[in-house]
């Protein structure tokens, strides 16, 4: 985090929130989410939709250090995916900092369809990285399959509790290596601390 804070210049992250419907119930929810407790009064909570601009004005979107868009919930037989909302929350970042003359923010975007990865890279000509729903937890479920108890593993590492979080060294070299070489590139720059 302070390597992160670091490139940023700035010494505090604050959390903004857009959500479709921004209520009370919210603010709860995250008061009751591990990790969060009594920071919750930090996060700013705003109501719109990612494909409004005035919305993503109002978040402050292009001035943000980083940009999660989680993949929406859909109903089953919808015409809509939440792949296609994705696209279109990232095109909506897109011309808005190309209407203003900004830079692009760093985004992390949720996808469902690992298929649509080249949409999504069309779609957003920032720096971008890409979470495969579908593929991730597909490679999980195999994976505690062909290793018994490895679901505790995991529920250790990914639940926000104290002392349970995985660390990734700095370096240009371990960034610039691809996935595929990564026994090839030197010593792991990965620390798993339980």
Not at 172 to 184: I, K, T, Y
Request: hydrophobic letters at 45%.
């Amino acid at each position: 985090m302070r390597r992160f804070l670091e490139k940023r210049e700035t010494n505090r992250l604050r959390l903004v929130v857009l959500s479709e419907h921004a209520s009370a119930a919210q603010v709860h929810e995250l008061r009751d989410e591990p990790g969060i407790g009594r920071k919750s009064r930090q996060i700013i909570l705003r109501a719109g939709a990612a494909i409004q601009p005035d919305a993503l004005q109002r978040v402050a979107c292009l001035d943000a250090a980083a940009v999660i868009v989680p993949s929406a919930s859909h109903q089953a037989g919808s015409l809509v995916t939440s792949d296609v909302e994705t696209v279109k929350a990232l095109l909506s970042i897109a011309a808005q900092a190309r209407h203003l003359g900004a830079s692009l923010p760093f985004v992390i975007a949720e996808i469902q369809d690992v298929r649509k990865l080249p949409v999504i890279e069309r779609a957003y000509p920032g720096e971008v990285e890409v979470v495969a729903g579908d593929a991730t937890i597909s490679r999980l479920m195999v994976q505690n399959i062909l290793h018994p108890g490895l679901s505790e593993i995991y529920n250790e590492l990914l639940t926000a509790g104290e002392g349970c979080e995985i660390y990734i060294r700095g370096g240009d070299a371990w960034r610039d290596c691809p996935s595929e070489n990564w026994p090839l590139c030197g010593p792991r720059q990965l620390c798993w601390v339980f």
